[in-house]
């Protein structure tokens, strides 16, 4: 309990003090007006209330990330309490924060276009590909994970290709309301209902918080117990734990979704508590459901362990959904029937109004590239449709392989806003205009360099390393790691041979 309680705290306090200090170095201008106000379209640039566009924001975020993505991640032991805390605080929070108020600044741009115009026209192109398939892995996971849930609650169901039951009503069914959503102004569906779910995600996380605390906090891991890898498959803490847990952190995902709110903020006053506050909120969710998850399965009478319980709970279930199972059981369980319930469907709710908001986010980056106007109705559905089709071929691959490259897929697009973000902010310190503030940041852009470099070895240590990558063996990971810090190295002296030529180019 000692340890949850901490994280707790330390995130809240984050928030207040490092999150201060982003937006500082940042240097909002209130003045300015923003593209809510200036590209008004009914469509897409719509003003929304702050408070409105926080939980939207949110709930685009959080989906199954901050819940599977953390359940997965405690399997590695009590390090992933470590990682959600100051991966949230020193990486998501700035990710999320640069990528939502660069947006902003460029006129409501979606993401490939933000780090394009930092990191080249070569890199935007990639980046727009990179993203659509982020996105389709994401509306992929984001489909199957509730609509699992819903079978379990009311059947229906077929098998995929390798024999496993997927709920493919459910799927349609879901499918019908991405149409809409996706379609439909953003202010009719999403601004209207999402705010709700978007509470109610909260409310159901703090009732398994206050039950956890309240009967079984002496079951709670804690960090003392040692930071030793916990998982039984063989594969190392470093870099997989970084990757399984990611919107729990960071993710390139939110990178995606977070132009969709910046097209509805009408202030840059809101940028920190919308951007970074929301991914603080998901840090909180995914410590809870961490933490549930190491401590459901503890049985004090054999001795077990909470996160050797889950392992052995795993093992009963190979090949399914094993984060979707331990939502099932540590809801049903804690909250009673009607409560279980009720929390199932705020985890649904959250992944499916994060699946719409990936392809309306996927919709609007090649609406972006072809320069297409989307108040016409047909030329958003010629754009959506053959989105959909991706997506609904994805439902009948095995979900766990998905997920796995669906991580990777998008921590890897967090390095590339990360990176973005350094060049922006080493842009703005070199700047001479007095009334931005500059002069007390100089090294401000160390926010984003910082994790940027501890991002580029995560990714490019785990494609060397992971199974869905080279696989290397357990006695040559050492190769895998020494690539990695190569790549890491060249990253960080083609950043400093690019500001040397920059401040050439300026005197």
């Known amino acids: 309990m ?6 707790l705290a330390v ?56 819940i599977f ?53 070569g890199t935007k192109i990639f980046m727009r590909v990179l993203s659509l398939v982020l996105l389709i892995l994401l509306t992929t996971t984001f489909l199957s994970g509730p609509a699992t849930l819903l079978q379990g609650l009311a059947g229906l169901g077929t098998m995929d290709f390798q024999g496993h039951m997927i709920p493919i009503i459910w799927v349609l069914i879901i499918f019908g309301y991405y149409a809409l959503a996706t379609v439909l102004p953003v202010d009719k569906l999403i601004g209207r209902f999402y705010p709700i779910f978007g509470g109610i995600l909260l409310f159901m996380g703090l009732g398994i918080m206050v039950v956890m605390l309240g009967w079984h906090s002496s079951e709670m891991p804690e960090v003392m117990d040692g930071l030793q890898n ?90 399914e959904n ?26 649904i709710a959250a992944p499916i109004t994060s699946g719409d908001t990936a392809l309306r986010s996927a919709r609007l980056i090649v609406a972006d590239f072809l320069k297409w106007d989307q108040r016409p109705i047909p030329k958003r559905l010629i754009i959506a ?47 001479k205009d007095e009334k931005l503030e500059i002069k007390n940041y100089r090294y401000g852009y160390l926010i984003a360099l910082v994790p940027a470099l501890f991002m580029t070895m995560v990714c490019s240590s785990y494609i060397l390393i992971a199974p869905e990558g080279l ?14 810090g190569i790549v890491t190295l060249c990253c960080l002296t083609g950043f400093i041979l690019w500001t040397k030529k920059a401040n050439k180019q300026q005197l």
């Open 69 to 121: 993505g953390a359940i997965m991640g405690i399997f590695y032991g009590p390090a992933a309490f470590l990682w959600i805390v100051f991966g949230t605080i020193f990486a998501g929070g700035v990710h999320d924060y640069l990528s939502g108020m660069l947006s902003i600044r460029k006129g409501g741009v979606s993401l490939p276009d933000i780090i394009g115009d930092e990191l080249g026209q």
């Open 11 to 66: 995130l809240v306090i984050g928030f207040f003090t490092y999150g201060v200090l982003v937006e500082k170095i940042f240097g909002i201008e209130p003045e300015r007006k923003t593209p809510a106000l200036t590209k008004a379209d009914g469509v897409d640039f719509v003003p929304m209330a702050p408070w409105r566009i926080f939980l939207v924001q949110f709930l685009n975020i959080a989906g199954l990330g901050p």
């Open 385 to 431: 449709i053959p989105l959909f089709l991706c997506v609904f071929g994805m439902v009948f691959v095995d979900f766990n392989v998905v997920w796995r490259y669906f991580a990777w897929t998008n921590q890897t697009l967090a390095v590339f806003t990360l990176w973005a973000g350094t060049v922006w902010l080493y842009k703005k310190s070199q700047m």
């Open 230 to 319: 916990r998982q039984t498959n063989g594969l190392p803490l470093f870099p997989m734990m970084f990757v399984s847990i990611a919107c729990g952190a960071i993710s390139g995902f939110h990178g995606t979704q977070s132009p969709i709110m910046a097209r509805c903020c009408t202030s840059e006053r809101q940028g920190r508590w919308i951007f970074y506050g929301a991914m603080v909120a998901e840090g909180i969710l995914a410590l809870i459901w961490a933490a549930a998850a190491g401590t459901f399965f503890a049985d004090p009478e054999k001795g077990l362990y909470g996160i050797d319980g889950l392992q052995a709970f795993a093992a009963q279930h190979p090949g």
């Open 322 to 347: 094993i984060a979707a199972l331990v939502i099932d059981k540590v809801s049903r369980s804690w909250l009673g029937t009607v409560g279980g319930i009720l929390a199932i469907i705020g985890v």
């Open 2 to 7: 000692i340890t949850f309680l901490v994280a």
């Open 471 to 484: 696989a290397l063996k357990a006695n040559l990971r050492w190769i895998g790691y020494a690539v990695a």
